[in-house]
T-cell receptor, first 116, second 117 residues
Framework: GAVVSQHPSWVICKSGTSVKIECRSL??????MFWYRQFPKQSLMLMAT?????????EQGVEKDKFLINHASLTLSTLTVTSAHPEDSSFYIC????????????FGPGTRLLVL | AQKITQTQPGMFVQEKEAVTLDCTYD???????LFWYKQPSSGEMIFLIY??????QNATEGRYSLNFQKARKSANLVISASQLGDSAMYFC??????????????FGQGTELSVKP
């Protein structure tokens, strides 16, 4: 299957700092990437849909000024958590569709964020 | 509204036996796709199997098969000959077309499967 990477896999930061998470499609071009958030023992909640070259589409209740998404190329999308607070601590995971005609989404390994 | 329901928070199965994980869905769209993903403790989401709403045959991928009952709106995952490495969280997900041109998936609550030796 298609490979999606995320970096970093783990990040610990102080409250008030910003954290950038990268999502890369390694062996395919992804016109659309998705960012999810998952709390322990819970399901994945979609935060936003990231389309290459255009603004991200955020789900209801997700602060677009706090979670900045950039999809500058067909292989890279970034999520920046600005002014992180302890309640932002979570598991962030991205996914990508191989093509517009493909329904299967391939997920990155995820990034665990801990805000102290 | 679209919805995915997994009613089994946790399941146990003996090694080498088969197990069925339940999933029901709700959508008013006639065209949709159903997915199953496996999430081990490491956190990565592993794609297992896909069933399109117009597919007449149940999808199969190795030891995984999807028992698709359209009239009942259910898409249960069957794992045959369970292995210890199958212990993980399993998520059912749906993508419909009319309400969801962006392609996003809606996930169920998940079922934690434990395989006993």
């Amino acid at each position: 299957g298609a490979v999606v990477s995320q970096h970093p896999s783990w990040v610990i930061c102080k409250s008030g700092t910003s954290v950038k998470i990268e999502c890369r499609s390694l062996d395919f071009q992804a016109t659309t990437m998705f960012w999810y958030r998952q709390f322990p023992k819970q399901s994945l909640m979609l935060m936003a849909t990231s389309n290459e070259g255009s603004k991200a589409t955020y789900e209801q209740g997700v602060e677009k000024d706090k979670f900045l998404i950039n999809h500058a190329s067909l292989t890279l999308s970034t999520l920046t958590v600005t002014s992180a607070h302890p309640e932002d601590s979570s598991f962030y995971i991205c996914s990508a569709r191989v093509s517009r005609d493909s329904e299967t989404q391939y997920f990155g390994p995820g990034t665990r964020l801990l805000v102290l | 509204a679209q919805k995915i329901t997994q009613t089994q928070p946790g399941m146990f199965v003996q090694e080498k036996e088969a197990v069925t994980l339940d999933c029901t869905y709700d959508t008013s769209d006639q065209s949709y796709g159903l997915f199953w993903y496996k999430q081990p403790s490491s956190g990565e989401m592993i794609f297992l199997i896909y069933q399109g709403s117009y597919d007449e045959q149940n999808a199969t991928e190795g030891r995984y098969s999807l028992n698709f009952q359209k009239a009942r709106k259910s898409a249960n995952l069957v794992i045959s000959a369970s292995q210890l490495g199958d212990s993980a969280m399993y998520f059912c997900a749906m993508r419909d077309w009319i309400y969801n041109q962006g392609g996003k998936l809606i996930f169920g609550q998940g079922t934690e499967l434990s395989v006993k030796p």
